[in-house]
């Protein structure tokens, strides 16, 4: 009961900062009806609720699955069981993601049905898939982690420069949806369980980061590869992104419990599987791990249910309000700080600050990797508004500038950051980025003239996957000059 009370604490100082915010908005710029309000604060509520039981679940169901298998996985010592290893899981892992299945839907609404769900769904899990066994043999082979996103990005770079200028924002947006409440926490504890075995060498912390980042950048090649083989035009028809909109409450609930199911099911039969052939943990800990999974389905459900029933409906009001005031300082204002408070509420954030503390034994605080993803995604949501307001700044007018600083200051960093920062990038675009602010985007473009309300959703999610990249990298450069400068004390 004392490790639910702490998260359930942790979680409402996390979710009570945005709720605030809204709230004042309704009493002064930004009044909403009583059923939209009402809505909200329901939403909150479900979301602290369902947040709270999801990490207690993550904490004792995911991550030990997680964990253990990537043991296994170096315990055959066999190059081949690495690589189909990561293979199976990277496949079975993105293929089950409820971020993905949300962004797939909205990129078959735009192309009009000529890519299909099941086509994004196939293409961006066989890129993870691919991504996700090169980050496992780059563990086991300790190559240099800079290296590996060096020539991953250089790649990136080279197809961004003949991919179809309006599948720019969807190949990037497709590494922040595949990184979701679901995927990420698995994904760190593979690698924890991986680089535990290596407890001897000094690179074993910095081992535990950079997996989700270099399997991210699987979506982004897998959907350049799919948008250059095929030409698909993009149509603008369409007026909202709301994966859920239609049906009752009852039917949202359904939808959103089937797409949670399908998340867990292929890593629950995983591991039923390796338990009987690998495994042979005790029966105790096979039921903990049971019931962390049952505490993990019905935590994410309730969090969606409060997300996309209270949630969204309020974000898109809230914009269009806000930007039909005319006044691009106040949307850019306003941005900023609902990007700042509302990463506090991701819950795939909170495993991976967890998990950075964890490693570091508290070397690297949860607190300082908060904040630095605050400021980044708030500087995000503020760059995207700038980018509905003014109709020629394009998506890789910024992205390209920026990831080519986050490549050159990774080169000035420790590799231990480098592998959060690029982690961080993934985890940022949750289900609360990708529903809040996607929404709030969306009602801000529908009211300025001249924007798309599509592609500037869509480049949001980009966005706020790079800028904490670079306030990681940021934030190494700090303390690489904190140890130096402790180290000139103690000398002198």
């Not at 009987?276 to 049952?294: A, C, D, Y």
């Amino acid at each position: 009961m004392q490790i639910i009370y702490e998260k359930l604490k942790e979680v409402l100082f996390a979710v009570l900062p945005i709720t605030v915010i809204v709230v004042l908005l309704n009493f002064t710029i930004a009044p909403l009806n009583d059923g939209q309000l009402f809505g909200f604060i329901r939403g909150s509520f479900l979301i602290v609720i369902g947040l709270t039981i999801f990490l207690f679940g993550v904490d004792i169901g995911i991550s030990p699955i997680g964990r253990y298998m990537g043991a296994s996985i170096v315990k055959s010592n066999k190059l081949w069981i690495l690589v189909a290893s990561g293979l199976i899981l990277g496949f079975l892992i993105s293929i089950a993601e409820p971020d993905l299945h949300i962004l797939a839907d909205q990129v078959s609404q735009v192309t009009g049905g000529q890519v299909t769900k099941l086509n994004i769904v196939v293409v961006v899990s066989i890129g993870i898939a691919f991504l996700l066994t090169i980050g496992l043999i780059r563990i086991v082979y300790s190559i240099s982690l800079k290296l590996i996103f060096t020539v991953l990005y250089s790649i990136v770079f080279f197809m961004s420069l003949i991919v179809p200028n309006e599948f720019l924002s969807i190949s990037f947006d497709s590494s922040g949806a595949t990184t979701g409440a679901m995927t990420v926490p698995f994904i760190l504890a593979l690698a924890i369980g991986i680089s535990a075995l290596r407890k001897s060498r000094s690179t074993s912390n910095t081992d535990s980061f950079g997996l989700v980042g270099i399997a991210s950048i699987g979506a982004i090649l897998g959907v350049m590869a799919m948008s250059i083989l095929r030409k698909v035009s993009i149509s603008s028809d369409i007026t909202s992104l709301d994966p859920h909109q239609g049906g009752g409450v009852f039917e949202q609930i359904l939808l959103i419990s089937g797409e949670v199911l399908m998340a867990l099911l292929p890593i629950g039969i995983l591991f039923f599987i390796l338990q009987k052939t690998t495994f042979n943990l005790s029966k105790s800990k096979v039921r903990s791990i049971t019931m962390g999974m049952i505490y993990t389905f019905l935590g994410l459900v309730i969090f969606l249910i409060g997300v996309n029933t209270g949630f969204m409906d309020v974000g898109k009001t809230v914009g269009e309000i806000i930007a039909s005031k005319g006044n691009t300082f106040l949307l850019v204002g306003i941005g900023f700080i609902l990007g700042l408070v509302t990463i506090l509420a991701e819950p795939a954030v909170y495993v991976l600050t967890h998990q950075i503390e964890d490693v570091t034994s508290g070397y690297v605080t949860r607190k300082s990797v908060l904040v630095t993803l605050a400021i980044g995604v708030g500087i995000a949501i503020a760059l995207s508004m700038l980018r509905i307001v003014i109709e020629p700044l394009q998506l890789w007018h910024i992205l390209l500038p920026g990831y080519i600083i986050s490549i050159i200051l990774m080169y000035f960093v420790p590799e231990l950051f480098v592998g959060i920062a690029f982690d961080s990038g993934g985890v940022a675009s949750g289900p609360m980025t990708a529903t809040f602010i996607l929404a709030f985007a969306q009602g801000a473009a529908n009211a300025i003239e001249g924007a798309d309300i599509l592609l500037d959703g869509f480049g949001m999610i980009a966005m706020v996957a790079m800028t904490p990249i670079i306030a990681i990298l940021i934030l190494g450069l700090l303390f690489k000059y904190k140890s130096k400068k402790e180290v000139i004390t103690i000398e002198s």
